[in-house]
């Protein structure tokens, strides 16, 4: 069974400081995407990671993929308050399923004035 | 481009009606759409998949006479929660998968269905 982990699951930080979510899978994947969801609201797409090594940044988010560890993460360079979401990655296993996502639990972010 | 839209947006309805909620990509055909549900402060769920013109794939522990789906053309997908209950109150989202080369899922803006 696929899992997706992220951590941590709950995030507070102050406006102008760095931190990074980590997301570890427990099988190969073919991509791996980071979403953002704001309350009330359905999924952003943020990233799609395709291979071994693959960075990408968006504004104050980098996202980066290490398929060798199974690990992805997102780092928050000097977050501000519009950054406040809850941040989900998934994982697309392609294995005759359909190219189905798997879900981690999310991690919710506040960033705090 | 790649725009999914839903609809209804919300709904609420009464225990044991039943509610139909549609799901469109707007601007490209989507051969496979997916359904999931979120509870409140919770990760999405996977319920189904639906391929256009065959019947839907059900997750385990998935009612499948519950959630009845229809993916009927390359445009469009619906999801009916039969005799709806209270406890299937939750935040409906729906994605259609374009293949353009890197297989990307687009999500609908979701349906908060509330049942009385």
């Known amino acids: 069974e696929l899992k997706v982990e992220q951590n941590p699951l709950f995030l507070s930080m102050q406006e102008g400081k760095n931190y990074t979510i980590y997301c570890n899978y427990s099988?190969?994947?073919?991509?791996l995407y980071w979403y953002r969801q704001d309350p009330g609201k359905s999924l952003e797409s943020l990233f799609v990671?395709?291979?071994?090594?693959a960075v990408k940044q968006e504004g104050r988010l980098m996202a980066s993929l290490d398929t060798k560890a199974r690990l992805s993460t997102l780092h928050i360079t000097a977050a501000v308050h519009d950054l406040s979401a809850t941040y989900f990655c998934a994982i697309q296993y392609s294995g005759g399923s359909n190219y189905k996502l798997t879900f981690g639990k999310g991690t919710l972010l506040t960033v705090n004035p | 481009g790649a725009v999914v839209s839903q609809h209804p947006s919300w709904v609420i309805c009464k225990s044991g009606t039943s509610v139909k909620i549609e799901c469109r990509s707007l601007?490209?055909?989507?051969?496979?759409m997916f359904w999931y549900r979120q509870f409140p402060k919770q990760s999405l769920m996977l319920m189904a998949t639906?391929?256009?013109?065959?019947?839907?794939?059900?997750e385990q522990g998935v009612e499948k006479d519950k959630f009845l789906i229809n993916h009927a053309s390359l445009t469009l997908s619906t999801l009916t929660v039969t005799s709806a209950h209270p406890e299937d109150s939750s935040f409906y989202i729906c994605?259609?998968?374009?293949?353009?080369?890197?297989?990307?899922?687009?999500f609908g803006p979701g349906t908060r269905l509330t049942v009385t």
């Open positions: 990671l395709l291979s071994n090594g």
């Open positions: 099988t190969t994947s073919d991509r």
């Open positions: 639906s391929n256009e013109g065959s019947k839907a794939t059900y």
């Open positions: 601007d490209f055909q989507a051969t496979t």
């Open positions: 994605s259609a998968h374009r293949d353009r080369g890197i297989y990307e899922q687009y």
